[in-house]
């Protein structure tokens, strides 16, 4: 009888443990992660010369706008924004349209070039050609100083393909040969069909390749970097720090006057916590709409068969 408490005692105190200790490891990873973060943003908002005092957590001890405004002082600040999302939008769009239908034409069993196609792309994951040869090549398409070096390129990863190309591959089979059967073709059954059925990974592919289009600045640097109006914010923020960073006012930078008539200073540190926040803000907005789609993506993958 005793024995048979003790276990029933212990059966109820398993849930209870469980829940207890992975609160306490699911709030410790939360510390974690949103501390570098949240001591990013305190730093932004805060006086740069204070800053090197040290001794700041998560909340301001000198509040100041001055490291955003020399920031946003640069003209050329707005229009590369302007940049950066038309480049980001353009991207994501034709490189998840483009990669699921090649993901979607691999994945069929009858297609007889699927495995050497695969193969070709396997390989570019792990070889290529080299920066200078592949400057060239953007070159010779005509693509230097032009948008569209922002976009071609990279229209299908080999990575996101995989995945893609996977992820189609669960799917019932019986639903493109009924599709067949009704005399849809290829395409039709491609977008009515699988296209709508793969949201929950096009989402994911569709996050990957915005936030890689968003943060890059190195494709700008090589390919545009004469030619002021295709300058991606990125790339104005690397300048600006790089300008910061070999300032002759190091470790301070004069950024303006501020209400009260008194110089305000900004450090490389507050400048790149800064540019940090800057860059790492618009793209945050993205996640919470990704999520709406991953949440009706699982529950249409949830009924498809």
């Given at each position: 009888m005793m024995m048979g408490t003790m276990t029933a005692r212990r059966i109820r105190m398993e849930p209870i443990l469980f829940h207890t200790i992975n609160g306490i490891f699911m709030l410790v990873l939360a510390i974690v992660t949103l501390y570098p973060f949240l001591h990013t943003l305190t730093i932004s908002f805060n006086e740069g010369n204070d800053a090197l005092r040290g001794g700041i957590y998560i909340w301001p001890r000198s509040w100041s706008l001055q490291n955003y405004k020399a920031i946003f002082l640069s003209g050329t600040i707005y229009h590369a924004a302007w940049i950066s999302v038309a480049r980001t939008i353009t991207t994501t769009v034709i490189g998840v349209f483009l990669t699921t239908m090649l993901a979607y034409t691999l994945a069929q069993p009858h297609y007889l070039f699927r495995k050497i196609i695969?193969?070709?792309?396997?390989?570019?994951?792990?070889?290529?050609?080299?920066?200078?040869?592949?400057?060239?090549?953007?070159?010779?398409?005509?693509?230097?100083?032009?948008?569209?070096?922002?976009?071609?390129?990279?229209?299908?990863?080999?990575?996101?393909?995989?995945?893609?190309?996977?992820?189609?591959?669960?799917?019932p089979s019986g639903l493109v040969e009924s599709a067949k059967m009704d005399g849809a073709g290829d395409f039709t059954i491609f977008i009515r069909i699988i296209f709508p059925l793969c949201t929950p990974v096009l989402a994911t592919i569709a996050l990957f390749i915005a936030v890689g289009s968003w943060n890059t600045w190195f494709d700008t640097f090589l390919y545009a970097s004469s030619d002021l109006?295709?300058?991606?914010?990125?790339?104005?923020?690397?300048?600006?720090?790089?300008?910061?960073?070999?300032?002759?006012?190091?470790?301070?930078?004069?950024?303006?006057?501020?209400?009260?008539?008194?110089?305000?200073?900004?450090?490389?540190?507050s400048i790149r916590a800064a540019i940090t926040i800057v860059a790492a803000v618009p793209i945050l907005f993205v996640y919470p709409f990704l999520q709406r789609y991953f949440i009706v993506g699982m529950n249409l993958g949830s009924v498809k068969e």
């Open positions: 695969g193969l070709i792309f396997v390989l570019t994951m792990y070889f290529n050609a080299g920066l200078i040869p592949n400057y060239f090549l953007i070159k010779s398409l005509g693509l230097l100083n032009n948008f569209w070096v922002y976009v071609l390129p990279g229209m299908v990863n080999a990575f996101n393909l995989i995945v893609i190309r996977t992820y189609i591959r669960t799917l109006k295709l300058s991606t914010l990125q790339y104005e923020m690397m300048k600006l720090l790089g300008s910061t960073m070999s300032s002759n006012n190091d470790p301070g930078l004069m950024a303006g006057a501020n209400t009260n008539q008194t110089k305000a200073m900004v450090t490389p540190s």
